[in-house]
C-alpha cells in the first residue's frame, strides 16, 4: 500500500504533499484541480521499471496531447517548470523521476526511468499496451479492457463473488451472466432466453467493470476515475459498500474521484461503521491562494461535521 504522495512538478501540480493515505481514499474538487492527474501519477508510480515509459505514453494518448515530436512529454511538466527543461530530472514522484537524456542501452536509472526515444515520435497504432500492476477504471466504458478482466477471472470463484456484487447492488434478478467477443451476456430469474447485458442500462455494465476491476485487483491498487459515472444515486450506497468490503477481504487500496455529493455522502455513510473508520480518507483538492494546488484531509469526525453543517467540499 501507498502510505505517502508527493508529486512534484507534474502537469497541474507544483508540489503535492499528501501525508497519510488510507486503505479506501475519496478525492474530489473542482474541475482542473487535478483528480485524474493523481490517479495517472499513481499509475506511473507503480508501474514496473519496463512499463512506465508504456504507461506515459498511455496517458498523453488518452489525453489526446500525444504528437509526432519528442517535446509532447514536456506537456506532462508543472507550466512554470517548463522554463527550466534542460534540467535532467523533469517531474517526480515520490522517490520516481521522469528523467530527459536519451535512454541508451544498457543504461540503468535508479529511482528513475527516460522515454524511449528510438523512433523519435509517439504514434498511438504502435504504442504496446502497458502492463499494469493495478487496475485502472476510467469514466469511459472499455469493453476491450472489460474483457481482459473477465478471462483473468473466467472459471474461478471470483466469478461468483462479481455476480454477488451484481445482485447485491443492481440487479437482484441475475442468474448468470458471460463475456463473448464483442458483449456481454445475462440471464434473468423468469426470462429464458439470454440477452445483452447493455439493455438493462449503462449502470449495468458500470458496476460490473468495477466488480470485475475488484476481483482483479487482489493485494494491489485499483484506481476508479468518477465512480457515479451512469449510476443512479440510490446504488452508490450498496457501491461503496461492496468496494469497502472486498478492498478489506482482498487487500486493496483504493483510490476514487468524484463530482457527485450524492457519491460523498454514500461514502460517509459506509466509511462510518466501526469496521472501517480506520481505512477511509477523503481528500479534497483545491487551489491555495498562491493559485497551486494542494490536498486538505478529512478523517471521518471532520469530514462528518463538515456534511451535518452542509458544506460543499466536493
Known amino acids: 500500500m501507498l502510505n505517502q504522495l508527493t508529486i512534484v512538478n507534474f502537469m497541474v501540480f507544483r508540489h503535492l504533499e499528501i501525508p497519510t493515505l488510507k486503505r479506501v481514499n475519496l478525492i474530489s474538487g473542482k474541475n482542473n484541480v487535478g483528480k485524474t492527474t493523481l490517479l495517472d501519477a499513481i499509475r506511473i508510480l507503480k508501474a514496473d521499471d519496463k512499463e512506465q515509459s508504456r504507461v506515459v505514453n498511455d496517458i498523453l ?80 466504458f472499455n469493453f476491450d479492457n472489460l474483457k481482459e478482466l473477465w478471462n483473468n477471472i473466467d472459471l474461478t470463484p471470483k466469478e461468483d463473488d462479481v455476480l454477488k456484487i451484481l445482485r447485491d447492488t443492481i440487479e437482484p434478478d441475475i ?61 452508490l450506497e450498496k457501491l461503496w459498500a461492496m468496494i469497502f468490503k472486498y478492498a478489506h477481504l482482498w487487500n486493496i487500496q483504493v483510490f476514487v474521484t468524484t463530482h457527485s455529493q450524492d457519491a460523498l455522502k454514500a461514502f ?24 497551486e494546488i494542494e490536498a486538505i484531509l478529512f478523517d471521518e469526525e471532520r469530514l462528518e461535521s463538515s456534511l451535518e453543517m452542509k458544506i460543499d467540499i466536493r
Request: aromatic share 10%; with cysteine.
Open 61 to 140: 494518448i488518452k489525453r489526446d496531447l500525444h504528437t509526432k515530436y519528442y517535446d509532447c512529454y514536456e506537456s506532462l511538466v508543472y507550466r512554470d517548470a517548463q522554463a527550466n527543461l534542460e534540467n535532467e530530472e523533469l517531474f517526480k514522484i515520490n522517490s520516481l523521476f521522469l528523467n530527459r537524456k536519451e535512454q541508451k542501452s544498457g543504461t540503468q536509472f535508479i529511482n528513475g526511468f527516460a522515454i524511449n526515444r528510438s523512433r523519435n515520435f509517439l504514434n498511438p497504432k504502435e504504442i504496446t499496451k502497458a502492463r499494469e500492476k493495478l487496475v485502472y477504471v476510467s469514466f469511459q
Open 175 to 235: 442468474i448468470r451472466f458471460s463475456v463473448k467477443d464483442k458483449s456481454v451476456i445475462v440471464r434473468l430469474k423468469g426470462i429464458e432466453e439470454p440477452f445483452p447485458l447493455k439493455t438493462l442500462g449503462d449502470g449495468v455494465q458500470r458496476i460490473l467493470m468495477i466488480a470485475m476491476s475488484l476481483a482483479n485487483a487482489q493485494n494491489s491498487i485499483l484506481l476508479i476515475d468518477e465512480i457515479e459515472m451512469g449510476l443512479h444515486y440510490t446504488v
Open 268 to 291: 460517509h455513510r459506509i466509511a462510518d461503521q466501526d469496521e472501517y473508520k480506520e481505512e477511509a480518507q477523503f481528500i479534497r483538492l483545491q487551489r491555495s491562494r498562491k493559485g
